[in-house]
């Protein structure tokens, strides 16, 4: 057991990865602190401010400032004498580590590589992300629950970002940081990182694997049967689902009424690409299933998806 | 039974001193206010301080409350601060050339009195602030405070948490070490990928995009993360993105006080209704300022624009009316024409 976990350790311990552990501890508590919130505002109701209720900032804002100052410069001073920043070998461009990590932070990002090409999972999704959140205070059309926690009024809303932000965020970064070792292959906690693994994985097209109906022809063509279904499936999954739902409640649902087609066009959206990802990643772990759509223009264009 | 004749008591010999110094003019021209403690110098204690005047002078309650802030917005400022400062610092002993970075870095480590701690604290510090800003826009999401009115702030946050990881990114590489410039490999490989731009990005081969001249090639200077690059981070990291975090912090912290301060349950469940109604109410107010203030340079009378002119509008506290429900109703009266209150905000 002891020997099991010593590999585990010293990933933990490794000094640019405490930040890691760190946030999770930071996390969790903020999780408590935020949904236990939520329930009692949820239970009790929450107290309207008045006017009457303001204080002064000096001393009573400025005060907890000046503590929570203290107490930040007092924690990174004491981080900072007992753990030195890592310095490892002078920078060569002729020796590749093995696994090759971005910064920490981007790990969720370098995780969804394993799912998808470069252009979606570097350049497409983070873009989505970025103007995602932009946007939500314009999709997000329900007036409740401004200035105090609830799950109640908005759960919606409140379920959606924490899973985006807790699982497909914080815990593939986890996941990128302690589980993928050498050759970004995924290691248990006791596993230990051998750099010479070699994993015999055979990846296949969704259509391939449900159907038996092959991605390219022999000549190396693409199949058209394929790209046809791919484009039903991929097309259904990202614009005929909202197209449906738009129809079937636009007249029945109050919110999708005040939101009109074009806002609701844009949350479904990327709400689809958004669940998209766990459910690429889903088919992947589970049954091998590398795109599920293969097509593209001539032999140098490819949008695999 | 005589009257005595009345001595006053000798003041302490400390008080005459005191005194001395405190109605010196010197003394006078630093502070401008008394220090006893009653409303008025606590108002004046943040009104003219260059400083603390990023606040208002009075909070509503729950803005003190630290379960309902966690006080991570703040907390990330304060990291910025530090590792401005540290940043400078390291500054003093750093080169970013092929030859010196990694020689200065070994340097900072053993020879340079506190060169270890500053170090560290800057680097432990960019960790840190990633996590704050993170749990600032989770705390931000979560108590729906980017709603009416602060929808372009959260905008505005948005992007400075880009910054934020973009400042982290490239800091990254500076050390020059093999952690470094792998991090960076592996981070900007990913502009290879980019659509229209990237050389293995769709569409590359069509518009003769080469390793030598796509995007990637402009960010790196180079084919590989190399001196160019080196250069162009350290740029990158110590003017170009603080210079626009800084800039973006100052519409944030702005926006956050012209939309009505921190967020709290104002007004009941349809705070976000009379919110967006407040706003209105905000933006016309606004324009009958400038009106009036353009007639007046005009040289003429300021016009009784409507009978029932408002009298908040002359009075820059009602410039700020969203943090209470009981302003709204007296900004109702705003000229032009402007619709009745909601009935949840009539009392």
Redesign the interface.
Known sequence: MGEAFHNFWLIVSKP?NI?IV??MI??SY?CW??YS??RRNDRKG??????A??????????K??FL??IL??II??V???T???????????T???NP???????LG??EMLVYF???IA???LPTFI?VG??L???I?I?????????FK??PF??SV?SIG?LIL?VALIVLGTFMRGPGWYFFWPWEFWDTHRIVALTNVDFFDWIFGIPSKNIDGSFNLLQVGLGALLVGGFLVGVPMWIWKKYKTVSPILKEMGVWKFAGAAGLFMMMAGLPIKMFLRLAFNIKYVWVFGIGH????NI | MAKLPFVPPKPPPLDKLKKDITQHEAWKSIFRHGYQDN?RN??L??VDNVF?HL??????????N???T??MG??TF??FI?LTITGIILMFYYRPT?AFA?GD??AL?NDVSFG??I???????A??M??TV??HM??V????????P??FN??VG??L??LT?LL??TG?LL?????????V???T??A????LQ?S????S??LGLRPDNDIRFILLGGT???EPTLLRFYVGHCIFLPFIAATLMAVHFWRVRKDGGI???????????G?KYIAEQMAQKRLAQIKGVSTNGNGKAAPAKAPAAPKPAAAPVAAKPAA????APAAGAAPGGAKAPPPWLKK
């Open positions: 640019d930040p760190l946030m930071l996390i903020y602190l935020a919130q939520a929450i107290q309207e401010a008045q006017e209720d303001k204080v002064q900032v000096w001393p009573y804002l400025v907890i400032e929570a100052t930040v410069l990174l001073t981080w900072s004498i753990i030195n920043a890592p310095l490892e070998e002078p920078a060569n461009p020796l590749t580590p090759s990590k971005a910064p920490w932070y981007f990002l370098q090409d470069p252009w570097g350049v497409m970025l959140l932009i939500i205070p314009y997000d329900n007036p409740k629950g401004n200035g105090y926690y609830t009024e908005r809303a409140i970002f932000f965020w140098d264009l490819f949008f | 409303q606590r108002a204690q943040i603390l606040h208002p002078v009075r909070v509503t309650r729950h803005a003190t630290y379960a309902y966690w006080g703040g907390i304060l990291l530090v092929e990694f870095m070994k480590m270890p701690l170090r560290n604290m800057h680097r432990w510090g960790h840190a990633v996590i993170m749990l989770f705390r999401f979560l108590t729906g405070s980017y709603k009416p602060r929808q959260w905008g948005v992007i948490l880009l990881f982290s990114f990254y050390p020059w070490d093999q952690l470094a410039i792998w991090a490999t592996v981070g490989n990913m290879r990928a980019v659509p990237g293995e990005g769709p569409f081969n069509y590989m993360v190399g967020s709290g349950p104002v007004m009941d469940t349809k705070a976000s209704a919110a209470t429900g009981g302003a």
